[in-house]
């Protein structure tokens, strides 16, 4: 009898423990969520609990604990979102197991929105940040569902991709540029093809999903009463739909031969695209010497040669003076990128254009992934970028939102910036993963632009479908 007393008790304990350990975990990522994780200080999780600091390491003995806890939930929940509502039935066919993918993503952002912040802080910025494969970076628990979900989208994706019936033959029958595949798949063979398939299904879920809660300038959107199950159901359907037709609501994709000649004219030498700025170019030094935590902007400073006020003397401050020094690169860029406009046809090949620049300037500026992750580490993801600059982007990129008045270009509620938005995002994650091989590879470089594009504005219907495209220009032109 006295023995079951205690087991009761010491379970209502433990009970009791747990529960808490929850309700700080939920906390903090409603704390730290509404900073976009800039400011992750444990002592503001023990104001909003009512707790003093010495209580709350009873629970969690330091913030990597905590963090710990917060990946471990992350994961655990994902798991149970897809349990709910994936469909594991590949028999089910392409739309319904592609929509229970979707429905996964939304449906797990909605119970904790500040998840999508947490994932791109402690997750995706530190995949880049390392140079390691954003898969490794994720908790094992949840590459475990991933894997799961990855087979069950592979075997409706293979037979669309394999020939002879279905969706029509694989995309590799199409020319690359090269003779010998797509630009979908680097390699022109199935494996390859589905691999990428599934990396670019897991980047457009997550961002079309995440724009019901984000709008592409990183704010959050505060939803309150209009989260209905109309707007939500308005929502996925819009996911879908970009996903199996794409942005661009004509379906014929361009034929080879225009996609080369973009290549060809928007591809970029070292030392054209960008004109290294001395303090960005210090930041990185510095990075790479002592790491993120340790490059103070006192030690950027001495690098250059000057004070730290010296540094400051033309800025009010330091979110102003990033702002102003990443506004003239980024200018940089859109000087390059109007003069490659001038050459080409049409808003489609604006786009690849970007997608085919985008890559250049990462293959010959690699040091910027270490420049954005320290204004990341300095609590400056919010820099005070100059109007002129934000003007000179409206103007740039006006050809978007023509075409999306024209009933061309499909988008989110956030128009031009949303398709930018994705190219740009999808851009950084793609074009990462290939900068992190000792030597760089142009043409996979440039192949990753091309299915990044093709993707994107044909969506999973209109590159599975077009197998009996063969590269020939018959429309007379894009």
Known sequence: MQRSINSQ?????????????????????????DTNFLSTSLASIAERLDLSKPALYRYFSNKDELVAGMQAQFAEDYRRTAEAWMQWDASAGLESVLASVVRTVFEFLRHEPAYLGFFTEYLLRRAIMTECCLLDSL???????????????????????????????????????????????????????????????GLATLYWCASYYMSADMRP???????????AGRHLDMVQELLLDGLWTRPEPPPAERLRAVEGTAWRDPGTVLTEDRVLAAVEAVVAEVGFSEATVERIAVHLGMTKSSLYFHFRNKREMFGELLARENELFLDEYRRIRVELGDSREYLY??????????????????????LWSQSLEAVELPERYLQRVAEEFAYIEDEIAAGRLRSNEDGWMGVLGFFHVGGV????????AKALDQRRLVDSARGLYLLALYGLRGNLDAGDHDGSDRNGGV
């Open 9 to 33: 008790v010491g379970f209502a304990i433990v009970t009791q423990r747990q529960q808490k350990r929850d309700k700080i975990l939920r906390t903090a990522f409603e704390v730290w969520g």
């Open 221 to 231: 959107r505060r939803r309150g009463a209009d989260d209905t199950p109309e707007a």
């Open 353 to 374: 254009a970007y997608a085919v620049l985008l890559a250049a300037f990462f293959a010959h500026n690699p040091g910027v992934f270490k420049v954005v992750n320290w």
């Open 139 to 201: 908790p094992v628990e949840i590459r475990e569902t991933l894997a799961r979900q990855a087979k069950v989208l592979s075997s409706v994706l293979r037979p669309a991709s394999g020939g002879g019936s279905g969706a029509g033959s694989r995309p590799g029958n199409r020319d690359n540029g090269n003779g010998n595949g797509t630009g979908i798949g680097e390699a022109g063979n199935g494996a390859a093809d589905t691999e990428q398939l599934l990396e670019y299904i």
């Open 429 to 436: 994650i793609l074009f990462a993963h290939h900068l992190q």
